[in-house]
């Protein structure tokens, strides 16, 4: 793969940093919390916005680097950050933590972080029976309203999209589904990642959790879950993914999910997608393991991406 193309690119990042622990809308559950509580940070706002998609107000969080306020005339790329299962938030503000000092020590060029509102297991795509527009909010409904709100880069060029285990999940589909929109995708930990639903194979879930994602997500519908996959969608897409798409997937080899990440890693070669896949040792699935494990090898990956940018 190669990393010195000139890219200006907004990350969707997807944390993973807690198990399922709340419900999608279904008969009998509770309703999704699209507007969060706030979380405290340096430079993090909690902003909302009304959604025509949901027909409610939707919540996110945006963090604006220092400089964002002192140039007043300078445009910057976004990092979107998609969550995983379990709502996120735990982990918004070590992650605020992590990009800010990264860019104050000049490792990684600034950029503003929005983390998303996925709910506790949306799977970062629209609810076979539309209760949960989770893909629309975000691609139809909060991009176009970051760029209108903030001083981004508002092109392709200006969007990378990362996530962790949901998250992943949800950057691998989103990001492949629309090479138009970003340029770059950034897979952690993803899941799942395979080619069919397998209830009695879902690493991250047990045999009653899986069955009820599979209702509430993808309405036990093996078709509809494979027209949302990563797995179908990177075939769909594959010239785009070829000739546009920067990509990395990182694993770590004590990771429940890494066996379907080798797997998925075999299929994006077998379709000729250049991308780079790393396990990492001795790490289990969690995000701030992963980025310790990567050390500084991870912010070349940013570098490349904003490095050439044009503000």
């Known amino acids: ?3 010195n193309r000139r890219m200006t690119i907004v990350i969707i990042l997807l944390c993973g940093y807690s198990a399922i622990a709340q419900q999608t809308a279904s008969p009998g559950k509770s309703a999704p919390q699209w507007v969060t509580p706030a979380v405290s940070a340096p430079h993090l706002q909690h902003r909302v ?22 140039e007043t005339k300078q445009r910057f790329p976004v990092l979107y950050w998609l969550h995983g299962s379990g709502g996120g938030l735990n982990g918004v503000a070590r992650l605020v933590m992590h990009f800010d000092t990264a860019i104050r020590e000049g490792k990684i060029p600034p950029m503003l972080v929005v983390f998303a509102n996925g709910l506790a297991d949306s799977m970062w795509c629209n609810s076979k029976d539309g209760r949960v527009p989770m893909e629309t909010v975000v691609v139809k ?9 903030f001083r981004t880069i508002a092109s392709r060029e200006g969007r990378l999209i990362e996530g962790f285990s949901m998250g992943g999940y949800g950057a691998a589909r989103l990001g492949f589904k629309y090479p138009n929109l970003f340029s770059a995708i950034s897979i952690l930990g993803g899941g799942p990642l395979q080619q069919e639903f397998n209830v009695n194979d879902t690493p991250r879930a047990n045999p009653g959790e899986a069955r009820r994602l599979f ?6 519908d093996q078709e509809y879950f494979k027209a949302q996959s990563p797995w179908v969608l990177a075939e769909q897409q594959v010239d785009a993914a070829r000739k546009k798409l920067l990509i990395r997937q990182i ?37 701030p393991a992963v980025f310790e494990a990567l050390g500084e090898s991870n912010w070349q990956f940013y570098r490349a991406v904003f490095g050439n940018l044009r503000r």
């Open 1 to 3: 793969m190669h990393l």
């Open 215 to 220: 209702e509430t997500v993808y309405g036990n």
């Open 251 to 287: 694993i770590g080899d004590r990771d429940a999910t890494l066996a379907n990440n080798r797997i998925f890693d075999e299929r994006l070669t077998r379709l000729k997608i250049p991308h780079t896949f790393t396990v990492l040792a001795g790490v289990p699935h969690t995000a």
């Open 49 to 70: 916005f009304d959604s025509a998609a949901v027909k409610a107000k939707v919540s996110y969080h945006i963090y604006t680097p220092e400089i964002y306020d002192k």
């Open 141 to 149: 409904e909060l991009l176009p309203r970051i760029d209108a709100d």
